[in-house]
């Protein structure tokens, strides 16, 4: 142990996260955050970690490490984020988390002492606001987001269908367990001065596992089905967009953005990657009785609507940016915004295998997911992450072209 010192440690727990499924350069902001967060023996152990969930002695074995100081450490990557439990068939087991959704969150979600909250801000303002993170997962044109836009019910115009799964209130009745913590965007911009709005801090909502893995770990208080309910009206309220977790079976949490503050918003109005926000299987649409008002223009969390210059004014839709979200029509007095059914469906994947997967292929990290830590993962892991690419509708195998199997077998080929 701690045959790595210094920034090589940090170097080698950078290139880990940036071989996962959200990408993470390097530069010296990300080595501050880095050495901020862990130790080096946590890093180390962090390095040393398979991908897939696996429990301790699995960790121990492929790590070489010593049980009891693995399990020690282990808790306390736990207990600030930066690995996460969950309890399956009768034991944890564990994985590391990503920057994002991981240890940003996470990170910003703590309370309580030996917590420098507003120092951890800077830092990831300093790394997150930097156009470098964002290109770095959409630059190439990627689709797969961790996030995905949810519709205000009462914005779907009439007879139009919706999924349960696209429905946030179905999402909530369908769980378990609930969870509710401080918004890591909102925390972070409050304590770099960039908070705008007067949106509470306490909003963020997780469900099922997640929120048994918060609240295990003090980083979110545990509620009822009833608040959980009474945060989406709340949303309404304040104009929120409902972000949430890009899947469609056992979504894990909702996230409450308001345009000022949320990073995956300002990767759309910001920087223009129009995917760093997956949008809703709907659109909005303009109605007869639009005056060109203006409070839709305003109410846009990625400024996706402008008004005509003609004689007579009306709002106008920008529909490669536009999330399908709702939220305009909540503030439209004239009820002449709806949203609408888009005519091109929407990739969601079915579950986090799927969603890892394609985010991962998109962002040429599979293969080091697969192959990187041979011994840790199983034959029954490997066939099944490669099965599962392969089993992939044809809708979904389409999305991967013929340039992005290429970078793979380039990769794997440079790998061998």
């Not at 969150?105 to 303002?125: C, I, P, Q, V, Y």
């Not at 392969?390 to 990769?411: H, W």
Request: proline share 4%; hydrophobic share 40%.
């Amino acid at each position: 142990m701690g045959h790595l010192v210094g920034k090589d440690v940090y170097r080698k727990l950078g290139s880990k996260m940036d071989s996962m499924q959200v990408r993470v350069p390097w530069n010296e902001k990300l080595y501050e955050i880095l050495k901020e967060l862990y130790t080096p023996e946590e890093a180390e152990v962090y390095c040393k970690m398979p991908y897939a969930l696996s429990s301790l002695d699995k960790i121990a074995r492929v790590s070489g490490l010593d049980t009891e100081f693995l399990e020690k450490t282990l808790y306390s990557l736990c207990s600030k984020g930066l690995v996460i439990d969950i309890w399956v068939k009768g034991k944890y087991r564990y994985m590391p988390s990503p920057m994002v959704i991981g240890v940003f969150e996470f990170t910003m979600m703590r309370t309580g002492e030996n917590t420098d909250s507003k120092h951890w801000a800077r830092l990831f303002h300093q790394y997150l606001s930097d156009e470098d993170f964002i290109a770095a997962n959409y630059k190439d044109g990627q689709r797969i987001s961790p996030l995905r836009a949810l519709p205000y019910e009462s914005a779907l115009g009439e007879h139009v269908e919706i999924l349960d799964y696209e429905k946030a209130t179905a999402i909530i009745e369908k769980a378990d367990k609930f969870a509710i913590g401080l918004c890591s965007c909102r925390h972070e911009k409050m304590h770099v001065g960039e908070k705008q709005c007067d949106v509470p801090l306490e909003m963020c909502s997780s469900m099922g596992k997640s929120a048994d893995y918060l609240i295990r770990n003090n980083l979110a208080r545990e509620v009822s089905k009833e608040d959980a309910l009474e945060n989406l009206a709340r949303s309404l309220q304040y104009g929120l967009v409902l972000n949430a977790d890009n899947v469609q079976k056992n979504v894990s949490f909702i996230c409450h953005c308001c345009k000022c503050c949320c990073n995956a918003l300002a990767g759309i109005s910001r920087f223009g990657y129009a995917n760093a926000v997956v949008t809703s299987s709907f659109i909005a649409a303009v109605l007869e009785g639009c005056t060109g008002c203006g409070k839709c223009v305003q109410a846009c969390p990625v400024d996706a609507i402008g008004v005509t210059d003609k004689e007579e004014k009306k709002a106008q839709i920008d529909t490669e940016y536009c999330l399908g979200c709702g939220v305009c029509t909540v503030q439209c007095p004239t009820k002449a915004l709806v949203l609408k059914k888009r005519k091109q469906k929407v990739l969601h994947p079915e579950n986090t295998f799927e969603r890892v997967l394609l985010q991962s292929l998109e962002r040429d990290t599979l293969p080091d997911l697969l192959f990187a830590h041979p011994e840790g993962m199983t034959p029954k892991l490997m066939k099944g992450m490669l099965g599962g690419f392969l089993r992939l509708p044809g809708m979904k195998r389409a999305l991967m072209s013929d340039a992005l199997r290429s970078r793979f077998l380039d990769r794997m080929k440079a790998m061998s």
